[in-house]
């Protein structure tokens, strides 16, 4: 199944908008000058910039990123027979370096959990009671009934 055409005309246009809108902020307009010669509004030529610097910055930023991973794992291999022999200080450094792997693939990220109390007073538990006698009234004068 192949990809829908007006999507797909969609973002070329968003390409070369957001293309359009970086040229002109690099030749010193502001946002707004650069609205008014696009025919854009502000909030859009602000996403078309968004998107012009996300696909400058991005695969320069993977690029290094792949790099600095393989270093730390060059040294993490580096350093595991000091490690397999009991080095503390070599156990140290490796620990650090993992930590740095992590950090640097966000395998680190914390997890978000979600705790809910909720704390019974007196007052809730004679509520209770009360609820529960008013029923019990209210089922006995329906059986005299």
């Avoid at 538990?125 to 089922?139: D, P």
Wanted: glycine share 6%; hydrophobic share 40%.
């Amino acid at each position: 199944m192949g990809v829908n055409p007006k999507a797909r005309a969609n973002k070329a246009k968003v390409a070369d908008e957001a293309a359009t809108c970086l040229e002109l902020q690099l030749s010193g307009m502001s946002y707004r000058r650069i609205a008014a010669t696009t025919g854009l509004s502000m909030s859009t030529v602000r996403n078309r910039l968004n998107t012009a610097y996300a696909a400058l910055i991005t695969p320069g930023v993977n690029e290094m990123r792949a790099r600095e991973g393989e270093r730390l794992l060059y040294l993490l291999d580096r350093l595991q027979g000091a490690v397999e022999a009991g080095d503390q200080q070599a156990i140290k450094t490796a620990v650090r370096v993992s930590e740095s792997y992590r950090r640097l693939f966000g395998l680190n990220a914390p997890e978000q959990h979600t705790v809910q109390f909720h704390e019974v007073t007196q007052m809730d538990l004679g509520v209770q009671e009360l609820i529960r006698e008013a029923h019990a009234r209210a089922a006995l004068d329906k059986e005299h009934t």
